[in-house]
């Protein structure tokens, strides 16, 4: 089945503690994105990936990382988290060669950071 | 800043009644503009999407009306049904980004 699988589903975490959220899809596409969705602002685009080993920011990128040393995953990582990183996040993929267009999103992460 | 501005927050519509939400953009760089749908506890899923090549696009029940000079496109969901209650995005992409609306919830009441 061609999904894009994030881990965890939901996570409590404190202050300044290093976390990671992997995503991984199985479709062979080539870009890769994260969103987080807060009530009132929509998604709003964290960093994307147009391919291997080609990252760059979104809209709101502080406070967060990301690589792409594979295609099919494209992990995000908080190296200190904070609670106004406290949101719901979205991976998703494409695989237009135009960017995002035709996403398939993950099921979502909640993060709770307190 | 809203880069996309989407309206009405939240809208109820009668089963069988057309729902509308709008959204304006700002960018002219803008050139893909797509409508997602999201159920509770759910990523969102596309829905429809059109160029500014043409002015409407229809799939089913669901038709984008989209307005160059404007810079206004719209989303009519034709027959609304109970089924179609969810958070609808519309967005803009300009090929490397993409760029939500605020979200609009919609309630079909049976």
């Known amino acids: 089945e061609a999904q894009v699988t994030q881990n965890p589903r939901y996570l409590i975490t404190v202050t300044g503690k290093k976390l990671t959220v992997t995503c991984s899809q199985n479709?062979?596409?080539?870009?890769m994105s994260w969103y987080r969705q807060d009530p009132g602002l929509g998604l709003r685009q964290i960093y994307y990936s147009m391919n291997v080993e080609v990252t760059d920011k979104g809209d709101v990128p502080e406070g967060y990382k990301v690589s792409r040393k594979e295609k099919r995953n494209f992990p995000l990582i908080l190296e200190s988290p904070s609670p106004n990183q406290t949101s719901l996040y979205f991976c998703a993929s494409s695989l237009s060669y135009r960017g995002p267009e035709k996403l398939f999103f993950g099921s979502g992460t909640q993060l709770s950071v307190l | 800043q809203q880069q996309v501005k989407q309206s009405p927050q939240s809208l109820i519509v009668q089963k069988g009644g057309i729902s509308i939400i709008n959204c304006a953009y700002e960018?002219?760089?803008?050139?893909?503009f797509p409508w997602y749908q999201q159920f509770p506890g759910k990523g969102p899923a596309l829905l429809i999407a059109?160029?500014?090549?043409?002015s409407e696009k229809k799939e089913g029940r669901f038709t984008i009306s989209f307005n160059k000079s404007a810079k206004q496109f719209s989303l009519h969901i034709m027959d609304s049904q109970p089924g179609d209650s969810a958070t609808y995005f519309c967005a803009a992409s300009n090929g490397n980004k993409l760029v939500f609306g605020a979200g609009t919830i919609l309630r079909v009441k049976s």
């Open positions: 479709m062979n596409h080539e870009y």
């Open positions: 059109i160029r500014p090549d043409v």
């Open positions: 960018n002219t760089a803008f050139d893909y």
